[in-house]
């Protein structure tokens, strides 16, 4: 039996984790995508009431929801820039304020969805199941599985941006070795596209 | 390997995008105002679509990056309207 | 190619890093060691599934309750579908053979991300457990099938949660192998591999890998739903709150029916390898091969419908997914064509991995003209939900993908494991199995066509004759099987040594020792202008 050492290997290929990345990406939209399907389906077989329960949801809310998100998307993005150009404390900033865009973000979610509670619309509900018809049952069901999804990604985004941020903080991550930073920003701009969707669909449909 | 990794984005190509973004963000809930029937989704969807395709392709890098990675995105897509429209083969012929 | 002896490492079987004994195993980060962990926990699972199988054909010896009553055979056949969809062919040839031969056979030393190769198989690992774990705690066994159809996955008051959570694990770890496969072919092929001197066997894996990345996600979410209508009453496909029941078996099969050539996409792969070698002759028709692989993979997603013509879709869309599945036919059928081109005037040499491929071929097909029974929508009435489904399918799947691993796993044992094993029981085993497997499920044909339905426990006197050779053939089976499985188990520790290329392969991982060392290759191989595989 041999006891072989290996000389620790530098396994640093950007493009492959930019890759991976990327096909990480193709599964969520896959699993979005599937989602807007089942929202197209029963929006064709229930137009009327998809925009009689469209009416109830705050579109100043989501239209806030969806330029802020944009906002963070453009922060990201820089913070990519700032640290190609050696400029470590302007990433950090840039990569922060898209962190707390991102908690903004959850914190209105979280207003929308608690007035929603408060009027017993929820899923499950006897209000739901009692008041409203079906097609209007199923925007509701819809809405709170896809921006519920959303929220979540939302979530995984931002553990993702802090978990960076230590590194580059840290010196881990730096000009020569960007990866993980471009590849957060692909992860939050796939959240932001699918807000993009979002958004339309269910507030701007009355 | 070597590829456009190299080529650093302008901070101000960002932002013009952003105010891209933003002003089509405006647009969308503005046309929405208007009452088109059954062209609403379609026109909801446009501005979904463009806003996407300038994500995609400046803040996603897509612009900057090697053609392979383009066209498996395109791909990608194009698998998920082809489910759309085959599922409604279905829906729409009931 | 040329030959690269490493001489200097230790071979992959005997290294010892930073942990020691099991613990060396299974927190491996070594492609080839993963694809073991997965051949010998999917053995595991496979044998639980043929229990299941035989259970369930001693139930059906006779009319009437034989061994257990409908509640028991329900859970039955759906356990026996889950494991042996979820936990046996879906990962099937990619877990095991393509986790330890793809790196070889592009010449890398490991797949592009090892650790989360790894955290794969530990997502497989969590699956079964989760899975076993409805089975053994809770208000009872699942009874849904193994397709969770909508609204009764919902209502039944089993134990579906920790299944679907199960199932939803078992998703995960397809889509990382996918995922890491297609990263490491993109990125990892040695100098002067080029796409079009790439094994056919690794074309394979990389369409497979295609659909594995993006089927997948559809039942990862639909399953979800499942889980949400249980917990919360949604609504999305439950009729009394406005859902479509049919719109859950949409997006079901979006993703079996793809899942079906994540299947058989890479025992296609390994036959293409097999056949050249036992005919010491280039494979007929490189470009069809992987032009027909890819084309399977695309046309694949676009036939999901012609499991639901009964179910109540709109014509149109009868009419466009059973002209579509016949469009899909075609181009498994070109395999065939180059794979008896390819035998003819070959040097053959008649080998148990041969046996295996041959067979698969007989077998394949008749899975195969079955299945256009089923895609023709006036023939699809008469035998939908019958027996003639049950035969078809595992003639496709078991005579497929199962021929096919056998096949790959006598071919690659020498290389994989050092030794050569017994060739006189693999044949024995091969001829035992074989005559087995067509007489369990050739009846089934038959009894499908006179009307006998599946997955129930009872069925009319006049069944009874098929019934009992059908299961007659189960045990015939079933012993096959345990030859196969004890003579490998045992050459695996005492066969005779192998040499490097037992079988004059052209392939990369016949330039490597027999086991191979570690790191695969003490130099990286180059592949010079001329250089290709089956250059015979």
Known sequence: MEKVTHAPHDHYDAEASKIGMWLFIFTELLLFGILFVIYSVYRYLNHDAFHLAAADLDTFTGAVNTLILLVSSMTIAMSVTALQKKNKPLTLSLNGITFVIGVVFLVNKYFEWGAKFDHGIFPGSATLAETLSQGEILFFGLYFIMTGLHALHIIIGLVFIAVVMWKVAKGKVHAERSALLENSGLYWHLVDIIWIFLFPLFYLIV | MSDEKNHIVPYRVYAFVLAALVVLTLLSIAITGYDLGKYTVAGALIFAVVKSFLVLTYFMHLKYDKPYIKIMVGFVFAILVVTIVVTFLDYLYR | ?????????????????????????????????????????????????????????????????????????????????????????????????????????????????????????????????????????????????????????????????????????????????????????????????????????????????????????????????????????????????????????HLFWIYSHPAVYIMILPAMGAISEIIPTFSQKHIFGYKAIIVSTMAIAFVGYLVWGHHMFTAGMSGTAQYYFSLLTFLVAIPSAIKVFNWISTMYKGSINVQTPFYWAVSFIFVFMIGGLSGLVLGALAANIYVHDTAFVVAHFHYIVFGGTGFAFFAAIHYWFPKIFGRMYDKAWANIGWIVFTIGFLTLYSPMFYLGMMGMPRRYYDYLEEFHGGNILSTFGSWILATGFIIIIVNLVRSARRGEKAEMNPWKGKTLEWTVPSPPPVENFDKIPEIAENDGPYNY
């Open chain 3, 1 to 249: 190619m040329q030959s690269t002896n490493a001489v200097n490492q230790a071979n992959y079987l005997e290294y010892r890093g930073r942990f020691k004994g099991l613990f060396g195993w299974i927190f491996s980060t070594d492609h080839k060691r993963i694809g073991l962990l997965y051949l010998y926990s999917m053995a595991v699972m496979f044998s639980v599934g043929v229990l299941l199988g035989l259970a369930m054909k001693l139930e059906l010896l006779a009319p009437g309750k034989t061994i257990m009553d409908a509640q028991d055979y329900n859970a039955t056949f759906t356990v026996h579908g889950v494991i042996m969809i979820f936990m046996v062919v879906v990962p099937g040839l990619p877990a095991v053979f393509g986790n330890f031969l793809l790196p070889i056979m592009i010449g890398a030393k490991d797949v592009a991300f090892p650790k989360l190769n790894l955290l794969s198989w530990w997502f497989y690992v969590a699956g079964v457990f989760l899975v076993l774990a409805a089975l053994l705690f809770g208000p009872g066994t699942p009874d849904t099938g193994w397709t969770f159809y909508a609204p009764y996955s919902f209502k039944t008051g089993t134990n579906m949660l920790p299944a679907i959570f199960g199932a939803f694990i078992l998703g995960f770890s397809s889509i990382l192998t996918g995922l890491n496969f297609l990263v490491t072919i993109h990125r990892m092929r040695c100098p002067g591999l080029k796409w079009s001197k790439l094994s056919l066997f690794v074309w394979t894996l990389y369409g497979t890998a295609w659909i594995q990345l993006l089927a997948t996600p559809v039942v990862g979410i639909t399953l979800v739903l499942v889980a949400l209508e249980r917990l919360f009453g949604v609504g999305i496909f439950d009729p009394a709150l406005g859902g479509d029941p049919i719109l859950y078996q």
